[in-house]
């Protein structure tokens, strides 16, 4: 399956199900939900979650279900997206405790100056166009916000299939492409960014199982 502009929104946090596996869901029955509620809020919660305004190109959110308890994970570039989240899963019917869990990233200038040339390389080439429908050139277009605080203050609005973690000049990238040969791009252009120490591709392939991670 391609990704289009209308599911790419929904596949940036819709890794997060594959955590429900038949025996999760049996567990949940046990413990409180039901199978068919289990489900019912897991896309209640993936809503809530991709609602947020303040999700961003530079977070990445998932989460899990055990018994009535949501347990938020993922990357915040800013401590409200982690409040806000956790505020988000807590308003679905039904969950009983949210288990908050997600990594707040450091507030780091360095680390900024990385999110915009990593952004740049990846939505700039032509291969990795399809994946945003928001300009990629950040550098020359800054906003009094971007100027105040940095990217993270005024991230690219729109949607983005892959994600963009930076921590301490540490590259994550998160999301979904349709191919092998389109994550193997996006993995070279972060890690030819100047000034990156690192990157962990975890970019998920459409159509093909997720990767179990955090």
Partial sequence: MRLTRSTTALFALAVALSTF???QNTEAARSGFSEEDTLRVAKAVQHKLLSLTNYSVFDYLSFGIKGTTI????????PTL???????AKEVSGVTAVNNQIEVLPNSPNDD??????YNRIYGNAALRKYTGSPF???GNNTLARAAGGITQDPPLGYHAIHIIVKN??????GVVNNESDSTIAHMQANLTPGVFSVDNELAIAGEPAKQKE
């Fill in 21 to 23: 596996t038949h025996a």
């Fill in 71 to 78: 347990t938020l994970y993922g990357y915040a570039s800013r």
């Fill in 82 to 88: 982690k409040s806000d989240a956790e505020r988000a």
């Fill in 113 to 118: 100056r990385i999110r915009v040339a990593v």
């Fill in 137 to 139: 050139a950040l550098g």
């Fill in 169 to 174: 000049g540490n590259v994550i990238l998160r």
